[in-house]
């Protein structure tokens, strides 16, 4: 995104954590592309992940204004990475991947244009600043180079949380990374979600508090080795 704009205040990934019973659903979840069409579900979807995020409570503490205003500022935001083609969700749109391919993790003046207006209805003028502070930051903690993948948003509904939903989100992309030896990238706005992040391959690199925010932690992740194929009998 480009600098100082409002967009990326909704590039802060969500409080998914994959439970007990995710071991027993994560087969039967598949993960498929997201179209237009998937947009006010999917922001419904995400409004509900992000409710009582730390740093969303920093930035946006009255929870009022946020059920009214959220899903209204998740859907444009959400309509832009749909453009991209690497959102992700399933069959039932319990949740959302929005990435950006390499070399695009900034977008256009174009996209932060279109969710400014609505982003800022959510957070207010001091929300705003709160986070600009956290998006400058978080630009400038930003790896160097376009070689690398962006989970922008990782959100499930709550009511579909704990199942295996978030890890299969996740598969599409990382798969990718795997198989092309391209590196990803994410900022965690919840410390309980970084275990999650890290049996997905990701480790720490960073921790900051913005103007005092909640804790960000920054993760990346190496693409991994492709399993070795099996012995052969003979």
């Known amino acids: 995104m480009p600098s100082g704009s409002l967009a990326a205040l909704a590039h802060l990934p969500d409080r998914t954590s994959d439970g007990p019973a995710a071991c027993q659903d994560h087969a039967v979840i598949r993960a498929r592309n997201a179209t ?3 947009v ?4 419904t979807a995400l409004a509900g992940a992000f409710r009582g995020d730390p740093i969303w409570s920093w930035i946006a503490p009255d929870l009022d204004r946020w059920d009214r205003r959220a899903e ?4 444009p935001e959400t309509a ?4 991209y083609g690497h959102t992700y969700t ?10 950006a391919p390499p070399g695009t993790w900034r977008g256009s003046m174009a996209d932060a244009l279109h969710v400014a207006v609505p982003m800022l209805r959510l957070v207010g003028l001091a929300g705003s600043r709160r986070g600009i502070g956290v998006l400058r930051a978080s630009e ?18 709550p009511d ?75």
Request: proline share 11%; aromatic share 8%; hydrophobic share 35%.
């Open 40 to 43: 006010p579900a999917l922001a």
């Open 140 to 157: 400038r903690a930003h790896p160097k180079g376009d070689d690398h993948w962006y989970l922008a948003v990782l959100g499930t509904h």
């Open 160 to 234: 579909h949380q704990g199942r295996g939903v978030g890890s299969a989100l996740l598969q599409p992309v990382l798969e990718r990374c795997d198989l092309d030896g391209s590196g990803a990238y994410l900022e965690s706005s919840k410390p309980e979600n970084v275990p999650f992040y890290e049996r997905h391959g990701f480790a720490v690199t960073d921790i900051i508090t913005p103007g005092g925010s909640p804790p960000l932690t920054l993760m990346w992740r190496d693409p991994r080795p492709p399993d070795p194929a099996p012995d052969g009998d003979g």
């Open 36 to 38: 237009r069409a998937d």
């Open 72 to 75: 209204g500022a998740f859907g």
């Open 80 to 83: 832009v990475k749909v453009r």
């Open 90 to 99: 399933t069959d039932d749109r319990a949740g959302a991947a929005l990435w």
